[in-house]
């Protein structure tokens, strides 16, 4: 079983819309949770880490924690072609990360 | 803030040769460094763990002989990719955290192609 999983996509999604990503975790003792966004050819840049159950929001993203569920998604509002990436979703357990295979994200002009 | 370098972005060699990546944290001071090799439509792959002074721990099935890790100092780690071979072709990607802080900075990758 694979530690973190999350759909490859792509989710195509017209611009102004909301992109939706989702990701699930199979550690249960997992405390931090990072999304990461990674453009084709480039390494992966920190949109938004998060640590508690709930939603944590940063401009135009929010992720959304529920570790009863063992589940995290981030939501892209008002999505931008310079948005279109992949999106992969990080677990953090004893200061290493394990990632998902990731989401691409096509944004629609 | 927080930004870490790669040298060199691309390297071309043959089938034999040794190849030898820098990994530096310019604004900071990394306690611990890590290593990540990704294929291709894949995800990152951790290959090992390096802290400052110690030696590298490396994941499950990653070669230490042919994978050669030092983290001389608190802001440069390097990794050493002996005797490579084609199948060694990849993206390598580094990253570096600091002492009780869970996030990871990635520096922007080097590009490994084997002859």
């Known amino acids: 079983q694979k530690e973190v999983e999350q759909n490859s996509g792509p989710l195509s999604v017209p611009e102004g819309a909301i992109a939706s990503l989702n990701c699930t975790y199979s550690d249960r003792g997992s405390q931090s949770f990072f999304w990461y966004r990674q453009y084709s050819g480039k390494s992966p840049e920190l949109i938004m880490f998060i640590y508690s159950n709930g939603d944590k929001e940063d401009g135009r993203f929010t992720a959304q924690l529920n570790k009863a569920s063992q589940y995290v998604s981030l939501l892209i509002r008002d999505s931008q072609p310079s948005d279109s990436a992949t999106y992969l979703c990080a677990v953090n357990n004893d200061y290493k990360l394990s990632f998902g295979a990731g989401t691409t994200v096509t944004v629609r002009a | 803030g927080a930004v870490v370098s790669q040298h060199p972005s691309r390297v071309i060699c043959k089938s034999g040769t040794s190849v030898k990546i820098e990994c530096r944290s310019l604004?900071?001071?990394?306690?611990?460094m890590f290593w990540y090799r990704q294929f291709p439509k894949q995800s990152l792959m951790l290959m090992a763990t390096?802290?400052?002074?110690?030696?590298?721990?490396?994941e499950q099935g990653v070669e230490k002989d042919k994978f050669l890790i030092n983290h001389a100092s608190l802001t440069l780690s390097t990794l050493t990719v002996a005797s490579a071979h084609p199948e060694d072709s990849s993206f390598y990607i580094c990253s570096a955290g600091t002492s009780g802080e869970e996030t990871q900075y990635f520096g922007p990758g080097t590009r490994l192609l084997v002859l």
């Open positions: 390096s802290n400052e002074g110690s030696k590298a721990t490396y």
């Open positions: 604004d900071f001071q990394a306690t611990t």
